[in-house]
Each structure stands twice: as C-alpha cells, then as structure tokens.
C-alpha cells in the first residue's frame, strides 16, 4: 500500500515545459484559469465546432457537435468542482494549504474543456476505426516492425491519451512542454492512467509511450503513486471530470434525439422526471403547464436533472474522500449515486443505446466516417513509408510542417500520420478524402 494523496500537492500550478519560471505569488489571474483561457483561445479548440459529436452536423437543426458538448462538460463541471471545494473547505478550516482548494473549480473547468481534444473526426467511432486499421485492416503488415507497447498504443488508439499528446508533445517549431499547460490541470483529464499494455479488453489507456515520461514527471510532481509498472492512481480530480462528461453526454444527446425526431417529447420528459421525488415532480409539471414549447419543457427538466445529479456527485466525492485520496475507489461518481438517480440515469442509458446510437442518422454517419479515415490513412501513411515516390512528395506536402514525417523512427512517422488525422474536422477530411479521389478540385 502506497501513502495517501494529500491536496496541498495535488493541486499545483507549475507549468510543464516553464517550471523555471514558475512563480508561486498571489496573482489576479490564477494559473488555472489562464489554462481555461489559453485553450479557448487555441486552434485545436477552435476545430471541434466542425467534428461531429454523435448526430451529423446540423442542416437547419442545430445539434451538438464537439465543442458545445465540450463547452457545455465544462460548465457542468466547474459547478461540481465548486460543490467539491465548499465542503472541503469546511472540513480542512485552518491547515495553511486550504487556499489551494479555490483552484478546484477552475482546474475541473480547463479540464472538461480539452477532454475531447484528441478525439478524431466523426463521432465516438473515429477511434475505433484508427485502431482497426491497424488490427484489421492494412496497418497490419507494419506490426512486425514495432515494439510490444508501440503496437498496443496503435490497436487501442485511444482519444484520452491522444489529448495528453496533444496538450504536452513537442511538435516541430513548437515549444518545450506542448501548450505548457498546469501540471493539475494535465493530471485531471487522464481518465486511464497507465500504458497501453494495460488496455485490456476494452481498450483504453491514459498516455502513449511517447509520453510515458511526461506523465511520470506529472505524476511524481503530483504525488500519484504508481501502483503497478506503468500504471498510476488517478488523480482526484479526473472523477470529477469524468462525471461531468458523462452527464452531459448522455442528457443532451436525448435533447437532441427529441429536436430530430428520433424520440417523442413525452418520452423524454419521462425519463428526465425519474430523476425527481414524487414532491418535485408535481411542482416540476405546475411550472410546465406555463411553457407552451415542448423545447423549453425538455430544457426547463434537463437543467434540474443535472443540477441534481452535481450535487450528490459532489456528495458522493466528500463522503469518498478518504478512499479516493488512498486510490482504492471503486466506479465512478455517477456508479455512487443515491438509487433513484442511478436508476433513473440508467433509464436515459439504456435508451440512448436502443434509440439514439443505433439511429440511421448516427450509423450513416459512422459509415461514411469510417469509409473516409481507412482511405486517408491508407494513403498517408504509404506516402510517410515511402517518401521517394513521386505521389508521395506530392502529399506529403500537404501535411501541416509541425507533424514530423521525417522522423528517426517508424513508430514517430506512424505518429505523425495519426497526429494529422486525428486532428482533421469532419469537413476538412471529407473534402481531403474528395480532392484525392479526384472528385472535387480547386477552383481555377
């Protein structure tokens, strides 16, 4: 058994890549949120407003796509984070660090907003695709060539640990330490802290060993003992985050199934009261009898659904404390709370898989999606193994200069392909996917 995490370290602003620099002073501005602002501001945010999030971008209908779900997780968090540090504030009154906890709300906040920044193109199969190329489709000729752990961050292609990449890797022209993010707020957003080799059957993983070191470094710093080799605990902040994620997701996609059609107006507002007891239910139906549009009705009932379930995550991380902070917590926040709502989050579950995932609207989407991601990196990647073709320099000039596809390696030349790819939006690559199969040119 490893020794308790405690707050005064785990909530730290030095910056990855700038720890000279650090200055541990007071400032109007605390780090933590120029770490919010800084990723507002960035490109790799700014892409997400044209990547699907699980329906098509919208026509006349607007629905979510990856940045408003991620706008939307960071609000939901900061509440949560804010909920956290009130209690926690009360109980560690007077130790000298108990300042530290005003960061909270803010590192949750940065945190939720970058969550989805490794996420490939075209909703949640975009990372299955990129793994099965490797497992199941052309990809597989290049296992030979690769290490044990560089093969196993290839077939679990995961887009948690394509988000650390991308917030801490050095790409070419860019500066030590990537986006020179907190290292907190780098910690919270790593739902799976370990190595691809610990995947198992469900694929997933914290960090490619690209960046192993980097997580060491931020864990060590932290405090987060590592419990196995490879394998980390998780910081206490990322269930905060998960949770966030996780309401957000499974709440709004039923919002949305409503405005496309794909689920009936009382449907929705059945599931959303199995949230409340019977008292609110019949104060929550008096309010609804005073909005006419079924869409403030579904609003009016999903803001209390999340604002209830915030505050016993909240409850649920307090009374949890101590075992969260031990690494020894078993779920999540959302697997913790009080039966009714379990339940009723169950509810909205089971029905977004029967009714939503499975909607033609979301498979076409996946199809094409799929279609589009094997053929480009079939082509890119031949254009990185065999540079001297002709077709290939042709290419590989199309690639942006900060992914090296000149790299010493085959597994950093791998990299860069899916480093390309994985940041395309939804638009971007189909009309790539066009210009190659010679269906669409530039205007002469």
């Avoid at 791998?414 to 199969?437: C, P």
Wanted: one cysteine or more; glycine letters at 6%.
């Amino acid at each position: 058994m490893f020794n308790n995490m405690n707050w005064d370290q785990l909530i730290c602003d030095k910056r990855l890549g700038m720890e000279e620099y650090h200055d541990p002073r007071h400032h109007t501005r605390s780090d933590f949120q120029r770490d919010y602002d800084r990723l507002i501001f960035s490109s790799p945010f700014r892409r997400l407003q044209n990547k699907t999030q699980v329906f098509p971008l919208p026509g006349s209908i607007f629905v979510h796509n990856r940045l408003t779900h991620s706008l939307e997780v960071s609000s939901v968090g900061r509440s949560m984070g804010n909920e956290v540090a009130l209690r926690l504030h009360d109980k560690y009154k007077g130790e000298p660090w108990t300042h530290k906890l005003d960061g909270m709300r803010d590192i949750v906040a940065a945190a939720c907003l970058c969550h989805d920044l490794g996420n490939p193109p075209f909703g949640h199969s975009g990372e299955k695709t990129i793994s099965t190329y490797f497992s199941e489709g052309n990809g597989q000729e290049l296992r030979k060539r690769l290490g044990p752990r560089e093969w196993a961050d290839f077939i679990n292609f995961e887009g948690n640990a394509n988000s650390f990449r991308l917030l801490t890797h050095r790409f070419r022209g860019r500066r030590d330490g990537g986006m020179a993010m907190t290292y907190s707020s780098l910690a919270s957003i790593v739902k799976y802290p370990y190595s691809s080799l610990h995947a198992g059957e469900k694929g997933k993983f914290g960090f490619f060993s690209s960046e192993e070191d980097i997580f060491r470094r931020v864990a060590q710093q932290l405090g987060l003992p590592e419990t196995a080799p490879g394998k980390f605990a998780r910081h206490p902040l990322v269930y905060i985050t998960e949770a966030a994620d996780d309401i957000c997701y499974q709440i709004m996609d039923l919002e949305d199934a409503h405005k496309l059609k794909i689920i009936g107006m009382q449907d929705v507002l059945d599931l959303f009261m199995n949230f409340f007891e019977e008292n609110d239910r019949e104060r929550m139906s008096r309010t609804m009898t005073r909005l006419e549009d079924p869409n403030e009705k579904i609003a009016y009932l999903r803001s209390n659904a999340i604002g209830t379930m915030v505050v016993d995550c909240a409850d649920v991380f307090f009374r949890n404390e101590e075992v969260i902070l031990n690494g020894s917590f078993k779920g999540s926040l959302i697997d913790n709370m009080q039966e009714r709502l379990r339940a009723a989050y169950r509810d909205c579950s089971d029905t977004a898989w029967n009714k939503i995932y499975c909607a033609p609207e979301v498979v076409d989407i996946e199809l094409a999606g799929n279609r589009i991601i094997t053929y480009l990196l079939d082509t890119l990647m031949d254009a990185v193994l065999n540079p001297e073709k002709n077709y290939s320099k042709l290419l590989l000039n199309i690639i942006p200069r900060q992914y090296d596809t000149t790299a010493p390696t085959l597994y950093e030349r791998i990299q860069s392909v899916l480093d390309h790819v994985s940041g395309m939006t939804d638009v971007y690559a189909l009309d790539l996917f066009r210009k190659l199969n010679g269906h669409s040119l530039p205007a002469v």
